[in-house]
């Protein structure tokens, strides 16, 4: 089977301490079934309603991350189950994640997503923003979330050159914001970038964590 064979090809080039997180946007629940039984246990989606409904019929063991722009007033649907929320980009969402996980009595990680591309759609805070969610009080009194790295998506582009500079730079975010706040907390470890086309370049800047799509899964119709 197809998928099979591509998760095979994949392992082959990720090396073990990078995880993957499978982008099933779209894809089939069959489809999801098959990539969970050849190996895959994390898998990512980035619309509330697709997910819930996706993680209600498809095995519990399957650990889900929410990696689009996520609004605050759907943060409750997810709360319960999410395994972690991949694109924070204001203070206003890391505290609606905060409310909605102590309803839950759970602590959810969270990843603060940084703009590093050129492109105007794309979103994430710049470093100034990221430097003042987390000098905040109103962070600091937060207990129900973990933040744990950082996120990023590079411009869409050819030019690799100019990929593995905004990588570069969101390594360089990571290790400037991990000495000025989580100096000794091992659990701010997480470098998401890097996807199906960009992968091999984030894994050599640093990422930790990739999301794959159409490597997997193939190109989407």
Known sequence: MQIEENIHRLRQSVPAHVSIVAVSKTVSETHILDAYRFGLKAFGENRVQELIKKQANLPGEIEWHMIGHLQSNKVKYIAPFITMIHAVDNLKLLSVINQEALKNNRIIP?????RIAKEETKFGMNLEDA??????????????????GLMGMATFTQDTSLIRSEFRYL???FKQIKADYFGNDESFCELSMGMSSDY??????????????????????
Request: hydrophobic fraction near 50%.
């Open 110 to 114: 969270c990843l603060l997503q940084i």
């Open 171 to 173: 390594a360089e975010c």
């Open 200 to 221: 091999t370049i984030a894994i050599e800047e640093g990422a930790t964590l990739i999301r794959i799509g159409s490597f997997i899964f193939g190109a989407r119709t």
């Open 131 to 148: 430097n003042n969610v987390l000098s905040s009080a109103a962070f600091q009194a937060m207990k129900n979330i973990n933040v744990a």
